[in-house]
């Protein structure tokens, strides 16, 4: 049985009558330490808070109907890290993805979804996702890739590379390779959630919730990247899309937002720099996809002129040495 998506959970409170019986369990919060708390504009309609509390809970529940309707957010939050936590050798927490490993100890962390080759297994939601990559560190989740191939799993792949590369800054400056020997070196940070659709904290000393960190979105499918990282004292903002395509689309309605939300902050931007990362064998036949919402960075950084993919950083990361093998 495929997991639900947003659309599906939209329809089903539709029904007003289920909608009153489960409507305490749409009780999620965006309580995260970047962003302000949650405050409803008195003009939105009953449907827009409706919606608002479906993409709240959406980021734990994920997939599941039942974490959705049957149990509240805390206790949903209970459950996954409690699955997380029992599994003593945290691989496994991918091995299970490639449906080759069951357990039933950690069978509520999974969604099901279509891909290209089939069906697979994936984390059932944004917040079992951010688990996975807090659990397991740089050299595992690369012995993983080596080992179970999965390149011949895009959902599998993705997920790897994702949570390599946020590994990677927690523990390192990680390094980016472009053409001619060019060598970008990121800077290490922890790494938080944020949610792109609300402001910034600002802090009683003048600072910004998330200031010199690695900011993941909230959004497992976020549009446009899937890490930033702004210094305020020095007006820098990056972004880091993560790929394991040939080809990907620029959206750059998803970097304003972001930086609209730092400007309102208070935060005087000076320069924007946009990474597109790829696997080193992808990084000679990458290309640009469709172009989506020219000229919106212009206000932010006058350097972003038209045709603004010229101005996207291509590079190729690779993850540190494998020094052992993943224990079996």
């Known amino acids: 049985m495929y997991s639900w998506t947003q659309p599906d959970y939209l329809a089903a409170i539709a029904d007003q009558a289920f909608c009153d019986k489960i409507v305490s369990k749409l009780d999620a919060t965006s309580a995260f330490e970047v962003n302000e708390d949650d405050d409803f504009e008195a003009e939105w309609s009953e449907e827009d808070k409706k919606k608002h509390a479906v993409d709240l809970k959406f980021y734990y529940a994920g997939g599941s109907s039942r974490f959705m309707f049957q149990y509240p957010t805390n ?47 994936f984390p059932v939601s944004s917040y079992a996702a951010y688990l996975f990559a807090n659990q397991c560190d740089e050299e595992t989740i690369s012995q993983l890739g080596a080992r179970l191939n999965a390149s011949n799993n895009p959902s599998v792949d993705g997920h790897l590379f994702e949570w390599l590369f946020l590994a990677a800054v927690r ?9 001619r020997g060019t060598e970008d070196v990121l800077p290490q940070a922890n ?27 909230t959004a497992w499918y976020q549009g446009g990247y899937d890490a930033v990282y702004f210094d305020k004292d020095d007006g820098k903002v990056i972004f880091v899309q993560l790929t394991r395509s040939d080809k990907h689309d620029f959206k750059m309605r998803f970097f304003s937002e972001v930086l609209l939300k730092l400007k309102m902050a208070n935060m005087e931007i000076k320069q924007v720099v946009i990474y597109f990362v790829v696997k080193p064998a992808q990084f000679l036949k990458f290309r640009m996809g469709h172009i989506d919402d020219r000229d919106v960075l212009l206000e932010y950084d006058a350097s972003w002129t038209r ?20 224990s079996r």
């Open 75 to 121: 206790t949903v939050v209970e459950i996954l890290e409690t699955a997380v936590e029992s599994v003593h050798n945290k691989s496994d927490l991918v091995k299970y993805c490639r449906g080759n490993f069951h357990t039933d100890a950690i069978n509520r962390l999974y969604g099901m979804q279509r891909h290209d080759t089939g069906n697979g297994r």
């Open 171 to 179: 523990k390192r400056a990680v390094k980016l390779f472009g053409d």
């Open 191 to 217: 790494v938080l959630r944020f949610d792109p659709k609300k402001q910034f904290r600002e802090l009683r000393d003048g600072n910004i919730g998330g200031d010199r960190s690695w900011l993941q979105p």
């Open 307 to 326: 045709p603004e993919e010229d101005h996207v950083q291509v590079r190729a990361f690779e993850a540190a040495p494998i020094y052992s093998s993943v």
